[in-house]
């Protein structure tokens, strides 16, 4: 009996402290974030990117569709226009969210005009798609 009661009392200070040690470690994390945000240079000598697609999520999931539909829009500006715009994708959510980063260098200054104009016309309305120009990358 005195040997359980002695283990038991070792299981629960060990849970004590190793709770203690978890806590400290979300905070420094937390606060070596904070210091990094401040680091981090003005976003004016950022080198941007000039086509961001952000497929977003508001609590469950992303646009099940969108990916489909980007690749099938980019497949009909090729057909089009003969060139293939390449992206690159970042997948940075819990709930599946990703960047699609476009730099447009294969395009001129009046096709990428259409390129942008027509992207934003195809998900005009969808919250859970989000597209920015001249944006810097989410991941450095």
């Not at 294969?106 to 104009?117: A, P, R």
């Amino acid at each position: 009996m005195r040997t359980l009661l002695i283990a038991a009392t070792f299981f629960t200070i060990a849970c004590h402290s190793s709770r203690k040690a978890s806590s400290t470690s979300i905070n420094e994390v937390e606060e070596s974030k904070q210091v990094k945000q401040t680091e981090m240079p003005p976003a004016s000598t950022e080198k941007s990117i000039r086509l961001v697609v952000t497929f977003a999520s508001i609590g469950a999931g992303i646009d099940p569709n969108g990916k489909t539909m980007l690749d099938g829009y980019i497949n009909s500006f090729k057909e089009k226009s003969g060139k293939l715009v390449k992206y690159g994708t970042l997948a940075w959510g819990r709930e599946g969210e990703f960047d699609c980063e476009f730099s447009l260098n294969e395009l001129n200054l009046n096709e990428q005009t259409d390129f942008v104009k027509g992207l934003k016309k195809l998900f005009e309305g969808n919250q859970l798609v989000q597209i920015e120009e001249n944006k810097p990358s989410r991941f450095k």
